[in-house]
């Protein structure tokens, strides 16, 4: 028997509500042996559009043929941008404009229905209106409370809203007036319609050690502390784990093994051995990853909450790890001395670099030396003494640097894109209070292990996808025509010689050419825009980045949920036993969570970062700093500091008196009376104008206005209208 008919029948009637596949299975009563049957014919009902399935995982009935469905991004200004479902995975589309009277309840990512409007806006945008609400992004919030009148209100953070939330009678939960509190949303609010919540935690007085780091956790509903059911486990596990006893693990204890990791590392997962065949000059690299699967089991609380969590964050003042301390910082740590169980890779390379072998092996080590990578490259200049030195460890990290130097130049010869941009790290003290920045260093010993942990995952890939299995592939997909097109118009205003639609060695060609001018970050950051984002997924999908047909994640499993399922694939294959795992459909949806973890860890990073520069620079208004124009829209200039990694805006009303017509293609703003021409890449000097906590906002103004040097090392003309006259039709 089949369910189509019963499925259609209960969507049609009056009684029908939108649901989770699994609830409706019960109320049609469906017995558990013709599930699978019942789920297969309701996911063919949502493939052919007849039902919907929504991003909170409901089934509801096909949204009128007049709507569109997809996601808002309010600002708060109270305008909305939709993006209609079909079009989400290309960031390019123009979306569709929402007045606020028109958004309804509808919040900043909420999944909506919208009827498009025959009226457009001045500059031709369409016009829509929000029908329906149908899946809220999230229902708690932060923001800071205060009271007025009698009652308890909260801005929430961020500037989500221009008006703040009542949350009833003063006091609630304890909450004093600058607290920091949580909220959840009883009554989104409305064009006519107050936002109506209820404080459920208070974090803290605003400015406390801490507070802000809790804000931002709570903001994005990172999971903080561990079930206490889930420490009760990780020290059972703990207590039956035995060094002594191997089984039938490779016993490579006596091996000349070490670690490289930052000088602040908590966590250790991997290590290197190296050896190579003098009579043919073959080399023989061992990549030794910790063996998080042998203590995290399918299905355990372990591997539930490691599931929930898919990846570490790492804030600027604290970790919250995807597995307790006891086995992310101690047991499954690859610490110096210590006798620890991994699953190994073992690759030969032909003396150029090829691989013509790899096989894999359950494990166990005995680190014998732990580098930071400060340490390295002294050691390997002969500027700093190897005398205290095991033995072989010195000849050990010389030939990892002779091998890392030929795997990465074979690694680019074959397209490779090498699209790395400095990286500035903020200093805080033991307050988390920002002290200043540095520049992280990529240097040679950062490099070494990049290429090692590279060879590494592409090995565990080829050998996957050899034996046809369904796994979690670390995907990079090929960059969309349109983008490319918009990116080699950017690249033609800039003077910059381009194909139309440019290829991975074109794309190279060109940030190595503006390396080391002022235009290296504007065309870094607009090559980077004009790629797709990784993800995971099961899908046989190259790495276009890497110019890899078969590339997976296998060598962080203490940091990264996907790696962990490649460890049990791999775990099997070394114990020559049949591999298990997740189905293909499984796997799709585990990837695309994965994925989502994984940028909202990105994004609470950030946003963190932001909130620690902004209470610095909220007491240095005034202050002049040298920063670099990265975004260029019609109101204003995004612009980042050189030295503090702050980004702020240039409004349009602050800078000098003058109409101001704004390009999205060139990514310009051109001053009508003038002539002058503002542009991605642009050096300014600027001064902390406006810095606003609460929306987490900062206004700069412009000082003054360094000259353009181009690739030549030539200075640039002043650009002009009249000076660009020609170069696109339409174009200023």
């Not at 073959?282 to 591997?303: K, N, S």
């Not at 005995?366 to 400060?374: D, H, M, Q, T």
């Not at 490779?416 to 990529?442: F, M, W, Y």
Request: with cysteine; net charge neutral; hydrophobic share 40%.
């Amino acid at each position: 028997m089949r369910y189509t008919q019963a499925i259609l029948d209960y969507f049609a009637s009056a009684e029908a509500r939108p649901t989770r596949p699994k609830e409706l299975a019960k109320l049609l009563n469906i017995g558990k042996r013709d599930t699978p049957l019942f789920f297969e014919d309701l996911e063919r009902l949502i493939g052919c559009g007849k039902l919907y399935q929504g991003t909170n995982g409901l089934v509801r009935k096909k949204a009128a043929e007049h709507l569109l469905s997809g996601i808002v991004r309010r600002s708060t200004s109270g305008f909305g941008n939709f993006i209609p479902k079909d079009e989400l995975a290309s960031p390019d589309v123009e979306p569709i404009s929402i007045a606020p009277e028109d958004m309804a309840s509808a919040f900043n990512g909420d999944e909506v229905l919208v009827q498009l409007l025959t009226r457009r806006r001045s500059g031709g945008q369409r016009c829509g209106r929000v029908m329906e609400v149908v899946a809220r992004a999230r229902n708690s919030f932060v923001g800071e409370y205060f009271e007025r009148k009698g009652q308890g209100y909260v801005t929430l953070d961020g500037g989500l809203l221009e008006s703040p939330v009542q949350v009833g009678d003063p006091g609630a939960k304890g909450a004093q007036p600058r607290d920091k509190v949580v909220v959840e949303m009883l009554h989104f609010p409305g064009p006519y319609e107050v936002g109506e919540a209820v404080i459920t935690k208070v974090l803290g007085a605003r400015g406390d050690v801490g507070v802000d780091t809790l804000s931002v956790i709570y903001q994005f509903g990172l999971r903080d502390e561990f079930p206490a059911a889930v420490l009760d486990e990780a020290r059972l596990v703990s207590q039956q784990f035995d060094e002594n006893d191997l089984g039938d693990r490779r016993d490579l204890t006596d091996d000349t093994i070490i670690t490289i990791d930052p000088i602040d590392a908590r966590d250790f997962d991997d290590a290197i051995s190296l050896e190579r065949d003098e009579s043919n000059g073959h080399w023989r690299l061992g990549v030794h990853i910790a063996d998080v699967a042998h203590f995290v089991r399918p299905g355990t609380l372990l591997d539930r909450e490691a599931t929930l969590r898919g990846n570490s964050v790492y804030l600027p003042d604290r970790v919250l790890p995807m597995l307790p301390e006891l086995l992310s910082n101690a047991l499954a740590s690859l610490q110096e001395g210590k006798v620890r169980f991994t699953k190994s890779v073992f690759i030969d390379f032909s003396p150029r670099g090829v691989p013509v072998h790899a096989e894999f092996a359950n494990s166990a080590i005995r680190v014998k030396k732990r580098f930071a990578y400060e340490q390295v490259l002294p050691l390997l200049n002969g500027e700093a003494p190897a005398d205290e030195l095991p033995d072989g460890v010195l000849e050990l990290l010389q030939r990892m640097q002779a091998l890392a130097r030929i795997l990465r130049k074979r690694r680019f010869s074959k397209g490779a894109l090498d699209l790395s941009l400095p990286e500035v790290k903020i200093d805080l003290d033991k307050n988390g209070q920002v002290t200043g920045a540095h520049q992280v260093v990529n240097d040679e010993s950062h490099q070494i292990i990049e290429e090692f942990m590279l060879a590494a995952n592409i090995a565990v890939a080829q050998k996957l996808d050899a034996m046809e299995l369904a796994f979690l592939r670390r995907t990079h997909g090929a960059p969309d025509e349109r983008k490319l097109r918009k990116l080699s118009e950017f690249m033609t205003s800039l003077d910059l010689t381009t194909p139309p639609l440019p290829g991975r060695a074109e794309l190279q060609q060109l940030v190595n050419q503006v390396r080391g001018t002022d235009l290296e970050q504007a065309v870094s950051f607009a090559v980077l825009r004009s790629l797709k984002q990784a993800e995971y997924s099961p899908l046989d999908v190259e790495h276009y980045a890497l110019a890899e047909l078969d590339y997976c994640h296998f060598t962080s499993p203490i940091r990264r949920y996907p790696d962990l399922t490649i460890h049990r694939l791999i775990g099997a294959i070394a114990a020559r036993k049949s591999p298990t795992g997740p189905n293909a459909d499984d796997l799709v949806m585990l990837g695309r969570h994965c994925s989502q973890t994984e940028r909202t860890a990105d994004q609470a990073e950030r946003e963190l970062n932001k909130v620690k520069l902004l209470t610095l620079l909220a007491g240095r208004i005034g202050q002049e700093m040298d920063a670099v124009v990265t975004g260029v829209e019609k109101f204003g200039l995004f612009c980042q500091g050189l030295e503090l990694p702050a980004e702020g805006l240039v409004p349009t009303r602050s800078m000098p008196p003058d109409t101001y017509d704004y390009d999205n293609r060139a990514h310009t703003l051109t001053a009508r009376r003038s002539g002058a021409v503002w542009r991605l890449g642009d050096r300014l000097r600027v001064s902390i104008h406006e810095v606003d906590l609460a929306k987490r906002t900062l206004n700069f103004r412009i000082i003054s206005r360094a000259p353009r040097t181009l690739p030549s090392g030539k200075p640039a003309k002043k650009m002009t209208r009249k000076g660009t006259k020609g170069r696109g039709k339409g174009r200023w």
